[in-house]
């Protein structure tokens, strides 16, 4: 991520379903602020789904109590519609994603934020989909994964 700019140890990439029916919103915040407690600054989403839309919005609310830390979107190519550009700090293309086949980006964008991650604050439900994946990638690769739907 720019040229290695964050540190895995002090950021956490949220992974989850587009839609997150029974998602507890206070536990997701409780969750957030327990991270930035033992040192957690960056904040990773990818912006496609409801999952990631609350969490962006709750890690935007909490800037005002905690303003050093940052919410970041990665997007998966240039023409990515973002949802809200005012809830981030910046928005991050994976480096060399413009030369993955366009079926690959969103793929390729959800293993590198895991990849740059420390940690993983998730809704995942079932065991199908880009969610599901991304979620048993950042169990392999040992991130702490918190998973608000168990």
């Known amino acids: 991520y720019k040229g290695g700019e964050f540190m895995k140890s002090n950021t956490a990439t949220f992974i989850g379903h587009r839609n997150c029916y029974g ?3 206070d536990k997701l915040k409780i969750e957030i602020e327990s991270l930035i407690k033992r040192g957690v600054t960056e904040f990773l989403s990818g912006g496609m789904g409801e999952f990631d839309r609350i969490s962006a919005r709750v890690v935007h609310d909490l800037k005002k109590k905690y303003p050093y830390i940052k919410n970041n979107l990665v997007i998966p190519y240039l023409n990515f519609k973002v949802f809200n550009e005012d809830l981030f700090d910046e928005l991050i293309l994976p480096e060399a994603i413009e030369l993955m086949p366009p079926k690959l980006t969103i793929f390729f964008r959800n293993h590198d934020m895991v990849d740059n991650s420390q940690y993983a604050i998730c ?3 079932h065991n199908t989909g880009g969610a599901a994946s991304t979620y048993k990638y950042a169990l392999r690769k040992d ?7 168990i």
């Open 143 to 149: 991130l702490e994964v918190i998973n608000l739907a």
């Open 123 to 125: 809704f995942v439900k």
């Open 23 to 25: 998602l507890d919103v």
